[in-house]
C-alpha cells in the first residue's frame, strides 16, 4: 500500500479528485496518509476531514525562522509514515532538507504546461485566468518530480479534443 501525505494551501480541488479516484479505486493500493496545509483557512483542510484523513495545519508563520519550520514540517511528514508527497496547491517553497529526506519521492501538481503561467503569482484558477486572456490554444497541466534532473510530466488540452499525455517517464 503506497502511503501518501499530500501538501496544500488552498481549496484543494487536486486534493478531493485524489480522494475520489482512491475512493472509485481508479488510483489502488493507495492511501492518504495525511493533509499538511500552511494554511489554517484552506477549505482542503474541511475536505480531508470529510474524508476521515488526519489534517494538520505547519505553518512557516507559527515558528521563530524558516529553519525551524522547515525541521518540524520533515518531522511531521516522517512522523506520517509517507512514501509519497503530493504538492496539490502547495504555495510553500519546499525546504532543501525535505528534498533530501525524499529523493524522488516529491511530485508537484502545477495546472499549467511548464514553463508558461508558472511561478509567482500563478496558481490555481490564476493559472486558467492568465491563459484565456492571452488567448492560448493548448492548455494542461505538469506533474513533476521536485528533485535534480528529473523528468515532468504534461498533459496537454485542445479545445475539442481529447487529453493527451507527453513526456512520461
Not at 507559527?62 to 504555495?91: M, S, W
Not at 495546472?111 to 493559472?127: D, M, N, R
Request: glycine share 8%; with cysteine.
Amino acid at each position: 500500500m503506497l502511503k501518501v501525505a499530500v501538501l496544500v494551501s488552498g481549496g484543494g480541488t487536486n486534493l478531493q479528485a485524489i480522494i475520489d479516484a482512491i475512493e472509485n479505486k481508479v488510483i489502488t493500493d493507495t492511501e492518504i496518509v495525511a493533509v499538511i496545509s500552511n494554511n489554517r483557512n484552506a477549505f482542503a483542510l474541511e475536505r480531508a476531514k470529510k474524508a476521515g484523513i488526519a489534517a494538520e495545519v505547519v505553518s512557516p508563520k507559527d515558528y521563530a525562522d524558516r529553519a525551524e519550520f522547515n525541521e518540524v514540517l520533515l518531522a511531521k511528514l516522517q512522523e506520517t509514515g509517507a512514501d509519497l508527497i503530493v504538492l496539490a496547491g502547495y504555495l510553500v517553497v519546499i525546504p532543501e532538507i525535505v528534498i533530501d529526506a525524499y529523493p524522488n519521492k516529491i511530485v508537484n501538481i502545477h495546472p499549467s504546461l511548464i514553463p508558461a503561467f508558472c511561478g509567482t503569482g500563478y496558481y490555481g484558477l490564476k493559472v486558467h485566468e492568465a491563459a484565456l486572456a492571452r488567448g492560448v490554444k493548448v492548455v494542461g497541466a505538469t506533474v513533476h518530480f521536485v528533485d535534480k534532473g528529473s523528468c515532468s510530466t504534461e498533459w496537454r488540452y485542445t479545445k475539442g479534443s481529447s487529453a493527451t499525455c507527453y513526456g512520461a517517464g
